[in-house]
Every structure is written in C-alpha cells, then in structure tokens.
C-alpha cells in the first residue's frame, strides 16, 4: 500500500509558478506509475499529467503542455510539478496518485492510491 501527501500548493499571480510535491511512503514507490490530477470548484477531477515508474515517459493534458513539467525521484519517492505561466483557469485542488498499470495512463479509474489533495489558487 501507498499513501501519499501532496504539499506545494498556494496563491500565486497569474504568469507565476509553483512546485508540487507528492511525497509516499512505502518501500515500492519506483514501481508505480504516478499521475497528478485537479478538481476545479462545481467540476469532476480531470487529468494534468503522468509519469512512467521509470521518469523515461511522461503525458499530459493539451492544456498544460508546455507549461507544467512532471518528474521524479525515486530515491527520495518523491513526484513533482512544476507549473510555470499559471493562469486563472489551473485554479483547483491537485492531486497526485499511483498506479499500479505500467506507462502513462490518463484514466482516473486505473489510479489506486490518492493523495489528500493542494489547494492552488491563481488571481488574474
């Protein structure tokens, strides 16, 4: 089992960045597939990105190519975001989650471990 704690989050400007964390526990970390994901007010939790267990392969959302980079650090189980150039809609709670499937995946039903969520907030 896998339990995760995401940190990270805050207000920031729009055009601004931050990083989040995803630290977990657990001695298999490198075997998960680890995906992030965000949950605006009134709508369903959608997909940002993935990461192969590996670092090699990573995916993401049409809307945050380009802005946000997915990686980690298996020596420290950690998984990070990078979100650079935020804007007003990247406003949501994020959350980090495992997957035993192996690559990529974007579905949220394949996902079995969740983190408790960041809170980030972008004012224009």
């Known amino acids: 089992q896998v339990q995760l704690v995401e940190s990270g989050g805050g207000l920031v400007q729009a055009g601004g960045s931050l990083r989040l964390s995803c630290a977990a526990s657990?001695?298999?970390?490198?075997?998960?597939?680890m995906g992030w994901f965000r949950q605006a007010p009134g709508k369903e939790r959608e997909f940002v990105a993935a990461?192969?267990?590996?670092?090699?392969?990573?995916y993401y959302v049409d809307s945050v190519k380009g802005r946000f980079t997915i990686s980690r650090d298996n020596a420290k189980n950690t998984v990070y975001l990078q979100m650079n150039f935020l804007t007003p809609e990247d406003t949501a709670v994020y959350y980090c989650?495992?997957?035993?499937?192996?690559?990529?995946?974007?579905?949220?039903?394949?996902?079995?471990?969740w983190g408790q969520g960041t809170q980030v907030t972008v004012s224009s």
């Open positions: 990461i192969s267990w590996s670092g090699g392969n990573t």
């Open positions: 989650a495992a997957s035993v499937v192996g690559g990529t995946t974007q579905e949220i039903l394949l996902y079995d471990y």
């Open positions: 657990g001695r298999t970390f490198s075997s998960y597939s």
